[in-house]
């Protein structure tokens, strides 16, 4: 069983920057890869971005344009996300996610979620 937690949410005005990190437990996590989705009130949940299970691929979402960086650190077994150039769109709570696909932007590839961290940007 694996288990993770996110972290790094919080409150930023447009422009400002968060990092997002998942700590995963269980010792087969550097096996899986790794990725972030995000749900809005009233929306449905949307891909971010994934990482493959070396962190050698990453795949993102067309709306990130650049904005965000996806990594991770298999010793640490964490996956984090680098969000800068924020903006209130991107308003929504973020959750960790890991699955044997890399870079599936298909939420239903994923086996273990996190309980997410809600992320706010202020105008």
Not at 21 to 50: D, H, I, L, M, N
Request: net charge positive.
């Amino acid at each position: 069983q694996v288990k993770l937690v996110e972290s790094g949410g919080g409150l930023v005005q447009a422009g400002g920057s968060l990092r997002l990190s998942c700590a995963a437990s269980g010792r087969t996590y550097s096996t899986y890869a790794g990725s972030w989705f995000r749900q809005a009130p009233g929306k449905a949940r949307e891909f971010v971005a994934a990482i493959s299970w070396s962190g050698g691929s990453t795949n993102y979402a067309d709306f990130v344009n650049g904005r965000f960086t996806i990594s991770r650190d298999n010793a640490k077994n964490t996956v984090d996300l680098q969000m800068n150039s924020l903006k209130p769109e991107d308003t929504a709570v973020y959750y960790c996610a890991i699955g044997r696909y890399n870079n599936s932007p298909r939420w239903g590839e994923y086996d273990y979620w996190g309980h997410g961290t809600q992320v706010t940007v202020s105008s």
